[in-house]
T-cell receptor, first 113, second 110 residues
Framework: ETGVTQTPRHLVMGMTNKKSLKCEQH?????MYWYKQSAKKPLELMFV???????ENNSVPSRFSPECPNSSHLFLHLHTLQPEDSALYLC????????????FGPGTRLTVT | GQQVMQIPQYQHVQEGEDFTTYCNSS?????IQWYKQRPGGHPVFLIQ?????EVKKQKRLTFQFGEAKKNSSLHITATQTTDVGTYFC??????????FGTGTRLTIIP
């Protein structure tokens, strides 16, 4: 499945580093999502973008900064992360409106040291 | 807040046995979706249920939506090793909030 791609697939970063996660969808969708998946909270919605506009921020700390330049691309900029931020970060896309099924990318496995 | 509870959290079954996971909400859902995540993989959409009392089948998988649209279930008949993974339900409360359940991790004993 190559509808939603994510890079990098694995990332190890120190707490003082700045890195970015990238997501790209080739499905013609207009909504994109960032999720955090960890052992404690299986699927935790972070951000939602509809037609490039952020429509939801689930009280995510400011050390996570999303960017959506167009409906096909989504970034998650990371800076001064904490070890507890280590998790699988999943990107998803769908047609606008939550009733449509979401297509997930393979995720980025992030480890913060 | 609006939550979707899913049980059990874990289920171990012998190959060939049946498996069921349940999803419950305290408030009425507009619709419910089911996803499967294989070990090391990402969630993959399985199905969406919209109507009260709706039942849909996909081969050995049977999905049901309760009459009150507050609960749903996924039943797998005669499990196979390919069924291994975590099954998530995701509820739409009709206010553009798709909320995922905590998932049920299914392991198969050969």
């Amino acid at each position: 499945e190559t509808g939603v791609t994510q890079t990098p697939r694995h990332l190890v970063m120190g707490m003082t580093n700045k890195k970015s996660l990238k997501c790209e969808q080739h499905l013609g969708h207009n909504a994109m999502y960032w999720y955090k998946q960890s052992a404690k909270k299986p699927l935790e919605l972070m951000f939602v973008y509809n037609f490039k506009e952020q429509t939801e921020n689930n009280s995510v700390p400011s050390r996570f900064s999303p960017e959506c330049p167009n409906s096909s691309h989504l970034f998650l900029h990371l800076h001064t992360l904490q070890p507890e931020d280590s998790a699988l970060y999943l990107c998803a896309s769908s047609f606008s409106g939550r009733s449509y099924e979401q297509y997930f990318g393979p995720g980025t496995r992030l480890t913060v040291t | 807040g609006q939550q979707v509870m899913q049980i059990p959290q874990y289920q171990h079954v012998q190959e060939g046995e049946d498996f069921t996971t349940y999803c419950n909400s305290s408030t009425t859902l507009s619709n419910i979706q089911w996803y499967k995540q294989r070990p090391g993989g990402h969630p993959v959409f399985l199905i969406q249920l919209v109507k009260s009392g709706e039942v849909k089948k996909q081969k050995r998988l049977t999905f049901q939506f309760g009459e009150a649209k507050k609960n749903s279930s996924l039943h797998i008949t005669a499990t196979q090793t390919t069924d291994v993974g975590t099954y998530f339900c995701a509820g739409d409360f009709g206010n553009e909030k798709l909320t995922f359940g905590t998932g049920t991790r299914l392991t198969i004993i050969p």
